[in-house]
C-alpha cells in the first residue's frame, strides 16, 4: 500500500500540475498579504481563494488524474492485490499530495502573516477542503466510465456547492422568512462543506457582528465545543462517505 | 512685614476655628456618629483604619470626612450607609460595603440629599446597591472612587453613579464595574464626565436622560450589556470617548435616540456589535472618530436629520452602514472607507467616484437576520457587486461623494 502511495505522489509531482498549483498559492497568498494596508483584506482575498479555488482545483485534478490513471490502475488490478488497498491508496496519494500543496501554498504566507486562531482555522479548513474534494471526486469517476461525462459532472458538483447551494438557501430563507430560521439553518449548512467551511472561518473573522441575535444562536452552537465537535465530525463524514461508497462500487466495477 | 502678619494671622485664625476630630477605637469618640455629633461646621473628623457599623450615618453638617487607611464602613445590606444632608460636605477615602436592597427606595452607598459643593473622593464602594447617589445636587464632584457591584439581576442592582436633577456636577475618574447602569444622569444639566471607566455593568454604561449641555471626555466604557446610551438630550459633546466590545443584538457602542446639536469628536469605536445606532438624532456632528472591526459601524435610521460624518476613519467593519429606509437626509463627507474600491486620477487624495456605504447584504440581513450564515459566500459577494453597478435595494443617496483615498487622520 504504502508504495503505491509513493508512487501515486512521485507521478503527481512529475505531472508539475500539483507543483504549479503550489506557486500559484503561494504567489497569491504572499500578495494579498502584503499588498493590502490592512491584514483584513488579505484575509477576506484568501478566504474567497479557500473557499473558491481549493474546491475547484481539488475535485478537477483529482478527476482527471484518475481518468488518466486508468490503464495504471488496471495494472495495479492484475497484481494480487486488494482492490479496496489499491483505491484507498490512490486516494491516499492524491488527497496527501493536494493537502500538502496547499499547505505549502498557502498555510506558510498564513503562519506567516496570520499566526493567531483565524489563521489556524483558515489553514485546517482549507486542508480539509482539499481532502473532501478529492473525495468527491473518486464518487464521480467511480460512477462514470466516461471522460467527458466525469469532468462535466465534478464540474457541476463544485458549481452546486460553491454557487448553487447557497443560491438555494437564501431562496428557502426568503420563502420561509416569518418563521424563525436559526436552527434549520445549522442543520442546512451541514449539507454543503463549503458553507460549514465558511461558518466556522465566519465565527473568528467577524465575531462582533455574529454577536447580533442571530449570530449569537449561531456562534452559541458553533462557538461551543460540542458545535466544533460537531462541525468536525460533519466535515470528516464528508471525507469518509464518498471515499467508502467509492471503495465498494470499485470493488464490484467492471473495468 | 506687617502683610506677614496680616497672613500669618488668617491662617492661624481659621486654622483655629476649624478643629480636628478624631474617631476610632482608641479615640475619644469610638464611633463616628459621635464624632459627627461633636462637630462644628467646617471641622474635620478623621477616622481611623477599622470596622464600623454604623447604620445609616447621616451628615448634616458642613465637615470634612475623612478616612485614614480606608476605614471599612458595613451597611449590613439593611441600610444606606452615608446620607449627605449639608453643603459643602467632603467624604474621602472609605470603604464601604454591603447597603440594603430596596426596590421602595435607592438605597446607596453614599447618597447626596439637595446639597451644594460636595466631594466625594477615593472611596471604595463594594456590593452596594446604588453606589453614589447625587439627588438634586448643585457643584458637587465625584471624584477617583472606585465601585464594584456583583450583581446578576437587573431588578436586584442600582446603578453606580447615579445623578438625578442637577448642574455644573463632575464626574472625573471613578471605575465601574458590575452595576446596572455605570453612570447614569437624568435632568443634570452643564456637567462634565472625565475619565472614568465603566465596564461589565449589566445594562448600560452610560445612561443619559433629559440631560442637556453635558459634556464626556476620555471615558472607557467596555464591554457592558448594552453599552452607552444617550437619550432625549440637546448639545451632549463626547470627547476622544473609547467605546469597546459591547456585544449583543441590543447592544449598542452608543445608542442615540432623540438627541439633537451633538458634536463627537476623536472617539475609538471597536469591536462593538454595532459601534453607533442612531434614531431621531437631529443635527449630529461627527467627525475624525475611529470605528474599527465593528460588525455595524453606524445605523443610522431613517429617522435622522442632518447628521453630518466627515474625516472618519471606517477600518475593518463587517457592514460600514446600515439602514432601514430610503430616504436620507444625512450627509457624509471626507471619509476614509477601507472597502472603496475607486480611484484618484487627479490625485488631490480624493477619491473620484463616491462611496456607498451601505451594501445590498446589509439590507437583507438587516430584513431576515438569519441570512448572517451565507455573509462571504460567493453568491452574496457576486449580489453586492451587482447591486454596487446597477443599485436598486440600497439608498440611492446614502454616498460619501468625496471619499479619502487614505486614512483621514
Known amino acids: 500500500m504504502n508504495k503505491i502511495i509513493k508512487y501515486v505522489i512521485t507521478d503527481i509531482l512529475r505531472n508539475k500540475i500539483v507543483v504549479i498549483y503550489t506557486v500559484f498559492l503561494l504567489a497569491a497568498s504572499f500578495s494579498v498579504f502584503s499588498l493590502e494596508d490592512n491584514s483584513s483584506k488579505g484575509r477576506l482575498s484568501l478566504l474567497n481563494i479557500i473557499l473558491i479555488v481549493v474546491p475547484l482545483v481539488s475535485i478537477i485534478f483529482s478527476t482527471i488524474y484518475m481518468y488518466n490513471s486508468v490503464e495504471f490502475i488496471e495494472l495495479l488490478v492484475s497484481q494480487p492485490l486488494k482492490r479496496r488497498s489499491i483505491w484507498l491508496s490512490l486516494f491516499a496519494g492524491l488527497a496527501s499530495s493536494l493537502s500538502i500543496a496547499f499547505f505549502i501554498g498557502a498555510g506558510i504566507p498564513v503562519l506567516i502573516y496570520q499566526a493567531n486562531m483565524i489563521g489556524f482555522t483558515m489553514i485546517l479548513t482549507g486542508i480539509i477542503l482539499s481532502v473532501i474534494f478529492a473525495a468527491i471526486a473518486f464518487l464521480a469517476t467511480v460512477k462514470m466510465r466516461d471522460k467527458a461525462k466525469g469532468i462535466g459532472a465534478a464540474i457541476m458538483l463544485w458549481l452546486y456547492f460553491s454557487l448553487l447551494f447557497d443560491g438555494l438557501v437564501l431562496f428557502l430563507l426568503f420563502q420561509f422568512a416569518d418563521y424563525p430560521m436559526e436552527k434549520p439553518m445549522i442543520g442546512l449548512s451541514a449539507l454543503n462543506p463549503i458553507d460549514l467551511s465558511r461558518i466556522l472561518i465566519l465565527l473568528q473573522l467577524d465575531v462582533s457582528a455574529m454577536m447580533g441575535y442571530t449570530g449569537a444562536v449561531f456562534k452559541d452552537f458553533f462557538g461551543t465545543s460540542t458545535g466544533l465537535v460537531f462541525s468536525f465530525f460533519v466535515l470528516l463524514s464528508w471525507i469518509v462517505i464518498p471515499v467508502w461508497y467509492s471503495t465498494r462500487k470499485f470493488n464490484t466495477k467492471d473495468l | 512685614m506687617r502683610y506677614f502678619f496680616f497672613i500669618f494671622f488668617c491662617i492661624f485664625y481659621t486654622d483655629a476655628s476649624a478643629e480636628n476630630i478624631y474617631a476610632g477605637a482608641k479615640r475619644i469618640h469610638k464611633n463616628i456618629r459621635s464624632a459627627i455629633k461633636a462637630a462644628a461646621n467646617g471641622d474635620t473628623v ?319 440581513v438587516e430584513k431576515y437576520p438569519p441570512a448572517m450564515i451565507l455573509f462571504r459566500s460567493f453568491i452574496t459577494t457576486l449580489l453586492d457587486k451587482t447591486e454596487k453597478i446597477l443599485p436598486s435595494l440600497t439608498p440611492e443617496n446614502l454616498k460619501d461623494s468625496a471619499p479619502m483615498m487614505n486614512k483621514a487622520f
Open chain 2, 46 to 364: 478623621f477616622v481611623d483604619a477599622g470596622f464600623y457599623k454604623e447604620k445609616n450615618l447621616s451628615v448634616d453638617k458642613s465637615i470634612v470626612l475623612k478616612g485614614i487607611g480606608y476605614p471599612v464602613l458595613d451597611g449590613e445590606r439593611r441600610y444606606e450607609i452615608i446620607s449627605v444632608k449639608a453643603n459643602d460636605v467632603v467624604v474621602d477615602g472609605f470603604r464601604l460595603i454591603h447597603s440594603g436592597i430596596s426596590s421602595l427606595e435607592d438605597l446607596s452607598g453614599i447618597k447626596v440629599y439637595d446639597s451644594q459643593n460636595v466631594v466625594i473622593r477615593n472611596n471604595i464602594l463594594e456590593d452596594t446597591f446604588f453606589g453614589i447617589y447625587i439627588q438634586n445636587g448643585l457643584n458637587c464632584t465625584i471624584e477617583n472612587n472606585t465601585l464594584k457591584a456583583i450583581s446578576i439581576e437587573e431588578q436586584q442592582s442600582g446603578n453606580g453613579i447615579h445623578c438625578w436633577k442637577g448642574d455644573s456636577l463632575r464626574v472625573i475618574g471613578n471605575k465601574i464595574s458590575g452595576h446596572r447602569d455605570g453612570i447614569y444622569f437624568e435632568f443634570v444639566k452643564n456637567s462634565v464626565i472625565w475619565r472614568n471607566i465603566s465596564k461589565n455593568n449589566l445594562r448600560y454604561g452610560l445612561h443619559f436622560m433629559f440631560s442637556n449641555d453635558d459634556m464626556y471626555v476620555n471615558n472607557v466604557f467596555r464591554n457592558n450589556g448594552s453599552g452607552v446610551s444617550v437619550m432625549y438630550s440637546n448639545r451632549i459633546k463626547m470627547f476622544s470617548n473609547y467605546f469597546e466590545e459591547n456585544w449583543g443584538d441590543a447592544a449598542h457602542g452608543i445608542l442615540l435616540k432623540e438627541i439633537s446639536d451633538g458634536y463627537m469628536e476623536g472617539n475609538y469605536f471597536t469591536k462593538n456589535t454595532s459601534a453607533i445606532y442612531m434614531e431621531g438624532a437631529n443635527r449630529i456632528h461627527m467627525k475624525r472618530n475611529v470605528f474599527e472591526n465593528n460588525g455595524w459601524a453606524l445605523k443610522i435610521q431613517a429617522s435622522c436629520m442632518d447628521v453630518v460624518l466627515e474625516y472618519n476613519n471606517f477600518i475593518g467593519n463587517t457592514f460600514d452602514v446600515g439602514t432601514n429606509g430610503s430616504l436620507v437626509l444625512n450627509r457624509f463627507t471626507n471619509n476614509y472607507w477601507d472597502k472603496y474600491e475607486g480611484y484618484d486620477l487627479n490625485k488631490d487624495k480624493i477619491g473620484d467616484i463616491p462611496y456607498r456605504p451601505v451594501s445590498m447584504y446589509s439590507m437583507i
